[in-house]
T-cell receptor, first 115, second 116 residues
Framework: DTGVSQDPRHKITKRGQNVTFRCDPI?????LYWYRQTLGQGPEFLTYFQNEAQLEKSRLLSDRFSAERPKGSFSTLEIQRTEQGDSAMYLCASSSPLAGVNEQFFGPGTRLTVL | AQKVTQAQTEISVVEKEDVTLDCVYETRDTTYYLFWYKQPPSGELVFLIRRNSFDEQNEISGRYSWNFQKSTSSFNFTITASQVVDSAVYFC?????????????FGTGTRLTVIP
């Protein structure tokens, strides 16, 4: 399967714990995005990388959130001191300028439940 | 600021009926892209179509068709002869090009249920 993959698919944690999610984009895609989707809502943008550079961050990305893409390939999203309000689906997407303007391909998501 | 409105929260139709999902957008950019994505129960967003702001031609792909009207800032999606497999949440989304934002801005989605 050459699509976007995310790991884990589900994560249950207790409030106050740290969690880390991983996203592997489509191999030739240099752009990578993180979105958050809460129940009954559309995905909301969190952050965007072009290669290893983090170029945009939403105001939704509080200082408890950090994202990295150290070698311009996979990316990690870490949430520190989780809160119940962090419970959501975290979606990763990737795109390539060669594939058409901002046609983003999404992974299956990581569903986070904070107890 | 940009805004995407999908006023229909939920729609139910009987199989083989036609259904139209509405999308109204707001943007100050003169150059932008509009998208429709499908999110089946499995959760993965599936790209359906992209349309740029300069191309108002309607598009048909099989049972799917899209009607883009800049005059009313609408980008509606019609499924003809609906099938049970069409049951999903459908999202309309916008990217503004001139402002340089690279992220998709989504509406709140319309949940379509096709009853056999």
């Amino acid at each position: 399967d050459t699509g976007v993959s995310q790991d884990p698919r589900h994560k249950i944690t207790k409030r106050g714990q740290n969690v880390t999610f991983r996203c592997d984009p489509i191999s030739e895609h240099n752009r990578l995005y993180w979105y958050r989707q809460t129940l009954g809502q559309g995905p909301e943008f969190l952050t965007y990388f072009q290669n290893e550079a983090q170029l945009e961050k939403s105001r939704l990305l509080s200082d408890r959130f950090s994202a990295e893409r150290p070698k311009g390939s996979f990316s990690t999203l870490e949430i520190q001191r989780t809160e119940q309000g962090d419970s959501a689906m975290y979606l990763c997407a990737s795109s390539s300028p060669l594939a058409g303007v901002n046609e983003q391909f999404f992974g299956p998501g990581t569903r986070l439940t904070v107890l | 600021a940009q805004k995407v409105t999908q006023a229909q929260t939920e729609i139910s139709v009987v199989e083989k009926e036609d259904v139209t999902l509405d999308c109204v957008y707001e943007t100050r950019d003169t150059t932008y892209y509009l998208f429709w994505y499908k999110q089946p129960p499995s959760g993965e967003l599936v790209f359906l179509i992209r349309r740029n702001s300069f191309d108002e031609q309607n598009e048909i792909s099989g049972r799917y068709s899209w009607n883009f009207q800049k005059s009313t800032s609408s980008f509606n999606f019609t499924i003809t002869a609906s099938q049970v497999v069409d049951s999903a949440v459908y999202f309309c989304a916008l990217i503004e090009v001139v402002t340089g934002a690279n992220n998709l801005f989504f509406g709140t989605g319309t949940r379509l249920t096709v009853i056999p």
